[in-house]
């Protein structure tokens, strides 16, 4: 499941730590549908996210960093810095954009 499966709240439901000390399975089985907010004392503590949706967020994350740091090694080639291709090359190496195989 990717991240974009999830539909994503700018507010979540909230819950107390005394709540999900009570109910913590039936909490945790909620978790597939979304992430839940945890507040002590009215305040917000934490947050609990299913783990697909974590690993999910995780991966995408990395995959706009790379994107990103695509974009800044490009930028440099059209900036006029002239470069060989080995070295266009080794620098998506050096920032973790090219696999070795």
Known sequence: MSALDYHLYASMAALPVTTFRKQQLEIMDRLQERPILLTREGVDSGVLIHPNLWNALLAELARYRRA???REQ????EQGEYITFDQFEQGLRDRGLLNEQ
């Open 68 to 70: 990103d740091l695509l």
């Open 74 to 77: 490009i930028q440099v080639v």
